[in-house]
């Protein structure tokens, strides 16, 4: 049996981070233009694939001088790198409804692997009868690693942005095809 396809409803998701500030806080963002196609049979959850691009443009976290240098050459140069990808390339099942989704993302003209714990939310129909599928996944990364290296020294010690980037997915998906 082949996977059904589902298309993720951006109206109804979310592709947010976390990164430290100060050494003594966390600043969180979104993106808001972003796109995925999933491929995913609850029969034979290890045969999950996504693909998803999102717009580096579209990053915010509520502060527009912050945005605008984020948009920067000092970070995702989104000029050069408009749009951030991720292509998966395995998925291992851990648990109940848990899943260990490995892939390649592509940042700052950087691909590496990362590994998303995955967990399947559950499934519904619409009020317009379309059926549904929701994901809640996270990672991490070590924004240094995909070139984004720009930082400042404090005078007390310690740097103005952490390193670690936390990565959080909130995914709510309809099935646009059945199984061939």
Request: aromatic share 8%; glycine share 8%.
């Amino acid at each position: 049996m082949s996977n059904l396809k589902w298309a993720v409803d951006p109206d109804h998701s979310s592709v947010e981070f976390s990164v430290a500030h100060l050494m003594i806080s966390r600043i969180k963002g979104v993106f808001e233009q972003f796109q995925a196609d999933i491929s995913f049979d609850p029969e034979a959850p290890a045969s999950m694939g996504i693909q998803a691009s999102i717009e580096a443009n579209s990053i915010t976290t509520r502060q527009p001088q912050r945005d605008a240098h984020l948009r920067s050459e000092d970070f995702f140069h989104a000029e050069k790198y408009p749009v951030i990808a991720f292509q998966s390339t395995g998925c291992v099942p851990i648990g109940d409804r848990q899943f260990e989704l490995a892939g390649d993302l592509t940042l700052h003209g950087v691909t590496r692997p990362v590994t998303f714990h995955a967990v399947l939310a559950g499934f519904n129909n619409d009020p317009r009868g379309r059926e549904r599928v929701g994901f809640h996944a996270t990672a991490s990364i070590e924004r240094q690693e995909f070139g984004l290296t720009f930082n400042s020294p404090l005078e007390t010690g310690g740097i103005v942005v952490g390193n670690e980037v936390k990565i959080e997915l909130y995914i709510e998906a309809i099935k646009v095809s059945e199984p061939s």
